[in-house]
T-cell receptor
């Protein structure tokens, strides 16, 4: 999607290994979010950020950490991946203010934990 | 505790006919509702939204209806086209969740030529 890229797009890893997913935006939006999509659960919020070094937990944050050292980058880290973290991960951005509810999503990162 | 529910996982409609996708919510503090559309291998894209001060919002072939007393919203697509085949997510925000969106589980729409 224009202005927001996720990397890697696909990753296969083994249980217990660390994994970092990157979200990069060129829109200079203040707000960034990480969601996971799973069958039967829709999209669930993992962590979000309201600015540089300002992050907070979402509804499914256990086993995940995030960092935002620059406006344009929001990193999602699985310190020790488990099979339950096999999912498709989406990053989203929004400028905030009156447009805060309308998110622009990245194309997703498909993670498989064996 | 699923605060936003889409009880129909799938829907099949003939091209040219109306598609109606439904969504129910339990949190009476939600005051803004959105629909997103998702194609395979892509991220969701914003489709249409409605504020709780309205009961209808229209954008071309897409209309969203909100019934606050029933805590129910629906998305109407008229006429349906094969390119509308996708997964549709409803989402809500407001109350203690602030601007953060709570999504439903999605409905897969298939429009038959």
């Amino acid at each position: 999607d224009a202005g927001i890229t996720q990397s890697p797009r696909h990753k296969v890893t083994e249980t217990g290994t660390p994994v970092t997913l990157r979200c990069h935006q060129t829109e200079n939006h203040r707000y960034m979010y990480w969601y996971r999509q799973d069958p039967g659960h829709g999209l669930r919020l993992i962590h979000y950020s309201y600015g540089v070094k300002d992050t907070d937990k979402g509804e499914v944050s256990d086993g995940y950490s995030v960092s935002r050292s620059k406006t344009e980058d929001f990193l999602l880290t699985l310190e020790s991946a488990t099979s339950s973290q096999t999912s498709v991960y989406f990053c989203a951005i929004t400028p905030g203010g009156s447009g805060a509810n309308v998110l622009t999503f990245g194309a997703g990162s498909r993670l498989t934990v064996l | 505790d699923q605060q936003v529910k889409q009880n129909s996982p799938s829907l099949s409609v003939q091209e040219g006919r109306i598609s109606i996708l439904n969504c129910d919510y339990t949190n009476s503090m939600f005051d803004y509702f959105l629909w997103y559309k998702k194609y395979p291998a892509e991220g969701p894209t914003f489709l249409i939204s409605i504020s709780s001060i309205k009961d209808k919002n229209e954008d071309g072939r897409f209309t969203v209806f909100l019934n606050k007393s029933a805590k129910h919203l629906s998305l109407h697509i008229v006429p349906s086209q094969p390119g509308d085949s996708a997964v549709y997510f409803c989402a809500a925000s407001g109350g203690s969740s602030g601007d953060k969106l709570t999504f439903g589980t999605g409905t897969r729409l298939a429009v038959r030529p």
